[in-house]
């Protein structure tokens, strides 16, 4: 009860451990290590050691909160096939344009499960999250880590409230109206991109095989496209830790 009590997520003990996790990557990757880092509500069902391998230029390879996969196309037809049908990664920016423009998969990225390898601009990456989390003591560290992918990035010109069909003031969201000056990252072939100022060379983990808790218990993507999972990291439960036990 006291570690629910203490460690609970926005809690100061919680920033505090993400500013531990940041100090955990700054250490090894200067000393060479290719880090593999989740969070303690992981479960690995299978190696994904063989799949990182595919991506060797790869800077970062990171997990997500989405909780539809990506498909390959612009949006437009409801038969594109889903990107990780083909085993591969995200596709990044798939959707950019349409409503909800949060689709967006460079806006949902999470911490709790990504690869990080030693090359100069993942550690240039990492020294200055390390900035930003001591001199900003308030926050949430996967909100400081995205919005250092995005550095770079036009995302929206500009945008106009929709309110939700659940009544009047409940549930805003903010759409795109005009996406004039839009900046996207350079995509690669193999579906990494180029963020944090076109430094970082960084996959989205296809979300059927690097599962959240939504994506493999309720909606059960790894069934649904024939996927083995790699891993469940055991996100979107209700009650906090007791929803994880």
């Not at 909160?65 to 990664?89: F, H, K, N, Q, T």
């Not at 995302?155 to 004039?180: C, F, K, Y």
Request: aromatic share 8%; glycine share 10%.
């Amino acid at each position: 009860a006291r570690a629910r009590a203490h460690w609970g997520w926005g809690s100061p003990l919680f920033n505090q451990m993400g500013r531990h996790k940041g100090v955990l990557m700054r250490s090894l990757l200067a000393m060479g290590v290719h880090l593999l880092l989740c969070d303690v509500d992981t479960v690995w069902l299978r190696d994904p050691l063989p799949y990182f391998a595919r991506y060797p230029d790869a800077d970062l390879l990171i997990s997500n909160d989405i909780l539809r996969p990506s498909r390959i196309g612009d949006g437009s037809r409801p038969d594109e096939p889903v990107a990780a049908a083909d085993g591969g990664l995200e596709h990044p920016t798939w959707d950019v344009g349409h409503v909800p423009f949060s689709n967006l998969l460079l806006l949902r990225c999470n911490i709790g499960v990504m690869l990080l390898r030693p090359s100069v601009p993942m550690r240039l990456f990492v020294e200055e999250y390390m900035n930003v989390l001591t001199t900003q003591k308030g926050g949430w560290d996967q909100s400081h880590f995205n919005d250092l992918l995005r550095r770079g990035l036009r995302l929206a010109n500009s945008a106009h409230a929709a309110v939700d069909a659940h009544g009047p003031g409940r549930h805003v969201h903010e759409w795109p109206r005009d996406l004039t000056g839009l900046t996207l990252p350079l995509t690669h072939a193999d579906r990494t991109v180029q963020l944090h100022c076109g430094q970082l060379r960084t996959g989205v983990l296809p979300t059927p095989a690097f599962a959240h808790g939504h994506g493999y218990f309720v909606s059960r993507l790894h069934e649904q496209h024939s996927v083995a999972p790699f891993v469940v990291h055991n996100t979107y439960q209700y009650h906090g830790s007791l929803g994880k036990r």
